[in-house]
Every structure is written in C-alpha cells, then in structure tokens.
C-alpha cells in the first residue's frame, strides 16, 4: 500500500513537473536573448516586428501586444506566426512557428504581468482592455 501511495505521488509530480517545463529550452533561449522578433502575415507579406515580454505556462508560450497596432490585427486574422530570436554576439539563434490564439484569461494576465514588470509600465491591470495576450501552440523548432 505504502509503495503505491508513493508511486501514485511520483506519478503526479513527474506528470506536474514535465507540464510546467515542456517548453523550457525555447523560453530560456529567448529570455537570455532579451528581445525577439515576431513575424505575422499582413496579406501576402510577412511583417515583423520586435518584441520583448514572452512568458511560459505549461506547454504554451504567451506573448502580448496592444490593440492599437496591426500585430494583433494580424494575429486575430491568421494565427500563423514565427517567433525568431538570436543571441548577441554569437551565431546562435532559435525559429519557433506556431499558431496563436488569443488568450482572455485574467489569472494569466495578472501572471504575465508579474513574470514581465515591464507590462506594468503599459498596462494598468491585467483586466486593461487594451492589453492583449496570446497563446502560442508550437509546430515547429529550429536551433541553430
């Protein structure tokens, strides 16, 4: 009894352990590059632009933006993107496509703007009309 009540805990840490770091490579890469570049699709043209606040929570990637610019326009419009990210000095750099979707959930957003203080600079609160928050499902990652 003993040996299951212990393997049923071991169970649920590895399954809460492996959920919280699925993305863990990705994220550090791009926090240690300081800034990275998303690119959207304004009709046939990709548009990029830089970034700076990404956060991770689970085996998603957030990003935000605010509702006066044509990012979130063309996120809402055609959720394929690509983060790009090179690190200074080094020819070290990481390609992330994927599909985002607009997240609407207040506790992340509040999570969002205590990972990234400088959100608070922009954004009153996490329930600000104008700050907007997307989900990133990964496709696809390239390290080079």
């Excluded at 805990?9 to 490579?25: D, G, H």
């Excluded at 957030?62 to 000095?89: C, F, P, W």
């Excluded at 020819?91 to 979707?101: C, F, H, N, S």
Aim: charged letters at 25%; one cysteine or more.
């Amino acid at each position: 009894m003993k040996s299951l009540l212990l393997l049923n805990l071991f169970y649920k840490f590895q399954s809460e352990f492996m959920e919280e770091k699925a993305v863990s490579r990705e994220y550090e890469f791009i926090k240690e590059c300081g800034s990275f570049f998303v690119v959207t699709l304004n009709g046939d043209f990709p548009a990029c632009r830089p970034f700076g606040a990404i956060m991770e929570a689970g085996d998603k990637l957030y990003i935000s933006t605010h509702d006066g610019n044509d990012a979130h326009k063309q996120l809402r419009g055609n959720g394929n993107m690509q983060i790009v990210a090179k690190k200074e000095g080094t020819r070290e750099w990481l390609r992330i496509t994927g599909i985002a979707k607009e997240c609407q959930d207040i506790s992340l957003k509040q999570r969002f703007m205590d990972e990234c203080p400088v959100l608070v600079s922009h954004y009153s609160s996490a329930d600000s009309e104008h700050f907007l928050m997307f989900q990133i499902t990964i496709t696809k990652t390239e390290f080079k």
